[in-house]
Nanobody
Framework: QVQLVESGGRLVQAGESMRLSCAASGRTFGSGAMGWFRQAPGKGREFVAAISRSGFGTDYSASVKGRFTISRDNARNTVYLQMNSLKPEDTAVYYC??????????????????????WGQGTQVTVSP
């Protein structure tokens, strides 16, 4: 079993930056593919960004590409989401997900939440106009 704990969410103004962290514990973190998803009030969960098992593959939704950067530090069992030029429409609960290492191709990224095995509890990001 893997436990994921997100942190870093807070209230900011539009245009500001924020970095989210997701720390993994429990079963060996290994090098499974990771992802960030978000859910805004009244909406479904939305793919934000993904990073491959190797860390060399990354991908982003169209709405955040060029503003957000996903990265990972396997030595610290942590994945990050650097968010720049934040907009009010980025307001949501942000979740990090991990896919088991043995199910993760070396450079593959995964876009569907159902492809992941573990979820964190989420961290609230609020961007005021």
């Amino acid at each position: 079993q893997v436990q994921l704990v997100e942190s870093g969410g807070r209230l900011v103004q539009a245009g500001e930056s924020m970095r989210l962290s997701c720390a993994a514990s429990g079963r060996t973190f290994g090098s499974g593919a990771m992802g960030w998803f978000r859910q805004a009030p009244g909406k479904g969960r939305e793919f934000v960004a993904a990073i491959s098992r190797s860390g060399f593959g990354t991908d982003y939704s169209a709405s955040v590409k060029g503003r957000f950067t996903i990265s990972r530090d396997n030595a610290r069992n942590t994945v990050y989401l650097q968010m720049n030029s934040l907009k009010p429409e980025d307001t949501a609960v942000y979740y990090c997900l991990v896919r088991r290492e043995e199910r993760s191709d070396y450079s593959a990224t995964y876009y569907n939440a159902i492809e992941y095995d573990y979820w964190g509890q989420g961290t609230q990001v609020t961007v005021s106009p």
